[in-house]
């Protein structure tokens, strides 16, 4: 089994720098994903088609919808090795017709059995990853290293750079602004292991990172729950909402804007400043998706400069390069109609 070597210097988010590989294995032309985020790397990288069998979850929709990657291949209509969070099933795998030739297999510390056990009682090998941990550092690691294995060195080397160029320019655009003069915003309906409502935000989102945003619920960890009176006495000047509340119905963060007591007393919702965003994760985070999310944000706050933007153009543009295949019309329609054009 292959494990991943981490980076021994601590490096910048763009630092995508190589990890140690080893043997390379361009002809596995059969591979089962497992573990939250494997299945997504593997099409950023272009092979899904090589993938034969995919965890149960990868079956479904997600809590903001079909994420973008599962909307651009069948994976519906594949064999399921097993359950989500790599709780993979020995005799399924083994009973498949055309049995994997690799698992590439995401860790998930406490659920499932270990790669190296994996290994043991299939005799198929298996590529380990470690759970990822938010970062874009980590990612390009990840993608370079697997690529590496893939015979995708090529791809790989393209997905970081496009990764490294998209937040640069993001970052150059927003640069320079005071502080005080950029609007205060907050970000709710965030998912953690299913839908929440409006309470529930991301300290670390990255999208406002990548566009210097005043985030006011900063800080770390990529989920918080934030009480009603608390975001009332913030009073942001703007508010986004990650569409994966969605999947709540009335008890949705959209509902609570319109109706809760206390919700529609903040300055953005009775001025019509609320913005829905693409989902931040589905079964990990949906890079394809907070890259999208972090121009739109730059396009409502600072319009002026991003007036060559279209948000909604943007998205499909980045979208399809990640995933091989553009948002469905209904997801583009509901989070960019009205935007603004160049």
Same mark, same amino acid.
């Given at each position: 089994m292959?494990?991943?070597?981490?980076?021994?210097? $601590?490096?910048?988010?763009?630092?995508?720098?190589?990890?140690?590989?080893? /043997?390379? %294995?361009?002809?596995?032309?059969?591979?089962?994903?497992?573990?939250?985020?494997?299945?997504?790397?593997?099409?950023?990288?272009g092979?899904?088609?090589?993938?034969?069998?995919?965890?149960?979850?990868? *079956?479904?929709?997600?809590?903001?919808?079909?994420?973008?990657?599962?909307?651009?291949?069948?994976?519906?209509?594949?064999?399921?090795?097993?359950?989500? %969070?790599?709780? +993979?099933? @020995?005799?399924?795998?083994?009973?498949?017709?055309?049995?994997? &030739?690799?698992?590439?297999?995401?860790?998930?510390p406490?659920?499932?059995?270990?790669?190296?056990?994996?290994?043991?009682?299939?005799?198929?090998?298996?590529? =380990?990853?470690?759970? !990822? +941990?938010?970062?874009?550092?980590q990612?390009?690691?990840?993608?370079?290293?697997?690529?590496? !294995?893939?015979?995708?060195?090529?791809?790989?080397?393209?997905?970081?750079?496009?990764?490294?160029?998209?937040?640069? /320019?993001?970052?150059?655009?927003?640069?320079?602004?005071?502080?005080?003069? #950029?609007? @205060?915003?907050?970000?709710?309906?965030?998912?953690?292991?299913?839908?929440?409502?409006?309470?529930?935000?991301?300290?670390?989102?990255?999208?406002?990172?990548?566009? %210097? &945003? #005043?985030?006011?619920?900063?800080?770390?960890?990529?989920?918080a $729950?934030?009480?009603?009176? !608390?975001?009332?006495?913030?009073?942001?000047? $703007?508010?986004?909402? +990650?569409? =994966? *509340?969605?999947?709540?119905?009335?008890?949705?963060? #959209?509902?609570?804007?319109?109706?809760?007591?206390?919700?529609?007393?903040?300055?953005?919702?009775?001025?019509?400043?609320? %913005?829905?965003?693409?989902?931040?994760?589905?079964? !990990?985070?949906?890079?394809?998706?907070?890259?999208?999310?972090?121009?739109k944000?730059?396009?409502?706050?600072?319009?002026?400069?991003?007036? +060559?933007?279209?948000?909604?153009q943007?998205?499909?543009?980045?979208?399809?390069?990640?995933?091989? #295949?553009?948002?469905?019309?209904? &997801?583009?329609?509901? @989070?960019?109609?009205?935007?603004?054009?160049?």
């Amino acid at each position: 089994m292959k494990r991943l070597g981490f980076l021994a210097l $601590v490096s910048l988010w763009v630092g995508c720098i190589p990890a140690e590989v080893g /043997e390379v %294995h361009p002809e596995a032309t059969r591979i089962y994903a497992s573990g939250a985020g494997a299945l997504r790397l593997l099409v950023y990288l272009g092979v899904a088609d090589r993938v034969v069998a995919v965890e149960e979850v990868e *079956t479904k929709r997600g809590v903001g919808g079909i994420p973008p990657y599962r909307e651009a291949y069948p994976f519906s209509e594949l064999p399921v090795g097993g359950e989500m %969070h790599g709780r +993979d099933h @020995v005799e399924r795998l083994l009973g498949l017709p055309e049995p994997p &030739t690799l698992v590439v297999k995401v860790e998930t510390p406490g659920l499932g059995m270990s790669s190296e056990e994996l290994e043991r009682r299939t005799g198929i090998q298996v590529y =380990g990853i470690p759970q !990822q +941990d938010g970062t874009v550092a980590q990612l390009c690691e990840i993608l370079t290293d697997l690529g590496e !294995q893939l015979g995708k060195r090529e791809r790989a080397r393209e997905v970081t750079s496009f990764f490294r160029e998209q937040i640069a /320019e993001l970052e150059r655009r927003t640069a320079g602004i005071p502080w005080e003069e #950029r609007p @205060v915003v907050f970000l709710g309906g965030v998912s953690y292991r299913g839908a929440h409502g409006f309470h529930a935000t991301a300290p670390d989102y990255l999208p406002f990172v990548w566009t %210097h &945003t #005043r985030n006011v619920a900063a800080g770390e960890g990529s989920f918080a $729950v934030i009480s009603a009176e !608390q975001i009332l006495a913030w009073d942001p000047d $703007v508010l986004f909402l +990650d569409m =994966g *509340t969605l999947a709540l119905g009335t008890a949705s963060g #959209r509902a609570e804007l319109q109706g809760h007591p206390l919700y529609s007393r903040l300055s953005a919702v009775r001025a019509g400043r609320v %913005h829905l965003l693409l989902p931040r994760s589905s079964y !990990q985070a949906n890079w394809e998706c907070q890259l999208a999310n972090a121009w739109k944000i730059g396009k409502v706050l600072y319009p002026e400069r991003f007036s +060559d933007i279209h948000p909604g153009q943007k998205a499909n543009e980045i979208v399809t390069f990640l995933t091989g #295949r553009p948002l469905e019309e209904e &997801t583009l329609g509901l @989070v960019f109609s009205g935007e603004e054009g160049p």
